[in-house]
């Protein structure tokens, strides 16, 4: 059924605050988004990173929010596109706007940690805008290589800190501490409290650390599109990168 413009509104914002600036039947879901027209803003810095048809392929949106990128991945063609999030209130947005924009999505309450729940993988795993709101994210990437990625996984988090990534040995002396005084350290900020008026801001990478945590949980970064953005493929994780710590012998 085709929804006129003015019920489009009064569900829209019946379903409000927004987090996604969605254009429903010309209808603005957060017009006044304090950056701007998101995430499509966003998009358009590294759209042409994924591939412009999807005939055929599965799409994992992990964090969907209001389900701005499951609606692009369908609309350049993929067979299967799952949203999950653990917000019940923007699955409820995610859905209205596929209904909308009239296209099949299914929408789960998932959260990252119950990426197995779902019992396959997926050809393309979103994983934009999650990594900082958790208290356990490298264990998140390692579930998501453990149970989620068949191939590529497009990964994008806020960063802070050094821009710039150190080389860095294979392996340091105990008494050697320097290499933690450099900017360009991997390093993984930890708010606290909160940070933007967000208590859900937990851990806030530089981007050393979050190529390197991407590296560590077996995806090799194929492209960087976006200050932010990557897109990896899933590659074998290195040794020692089980999401529990493993039990060796000294023997």
């Excluded at 998101?38 to 994924?50: M, T």
């Excluded at 409820?92 to 959260?111: K, Y």
């Excluded at 708010?191 to 090799?220: I, K, Q």
Aim: one cysteine or more.
């Amino acid at each position: 059924m085709i929804l006129d413009r003015e019920t489009i509104r009064e569900r829209a914002a019946a379903l409000g605050p927004w987090f996604h600036n969605l254009d429903l039947g010309g209808v603005r879901t957060a017009p006044d988004h304090f950056l701007g027209d998101y995430p499509a803003v966003k998009w358009r810095h590294f759209a042409h990173a994924i591939p412009a048809d999807l005939t055929g392929r599965s799409v994992l949106d992990i964090g969907c929010n209001g389900g701005f990128y499951s609606i692009e991945m369908k609309r350049r063609g993929a067979a299967r596109v799952v949203g999950i999030d653990s917000d019940a209130d923007y699955l409820a947005q995610a859905r209205f706007a596929a209904e909308v924009t009239g296209q099949e999505i299914e929408f789960r309450q998932l959260s990252v940690y119950d990426v197995g729940a779902l019992g396959e993988r997926f050809d393309i795993v979103l994983f934009l805008g999650v990594l900082y709101h958790l208290r356990h994210p490298l264990l998140a990437l390692d579930l998501i290589h453990e149970h989620a990625a068949r191939d590529l996984l497009v990964f994008q988090s806020m960063q802070r800190g050094a821009d710039t990534v150190a080389q860095l040995e294979d392996d340091y002396a105990f008494q050697d501490t320097r290499p933690f005084d450099d900017r360009a350290w991997p390093k993984l900020h930890f708010v606290e409290h909160r940070y933007a008026g967000d208590w859900t801001n937990w851990w806030v990478p530089n981007r050393a650390c979050a190529e390197a945590m991407l590296r560590s949980a077996g995806f090799a970064i194929a492209a960087h599109p976006e200050a932010e953005v990557y897109v990896c493929r899933r590659v074998a994780a290195p040794e020692g990168a089980e999401a529990v710590y493993p039990a060796r012998s000294r023997a």
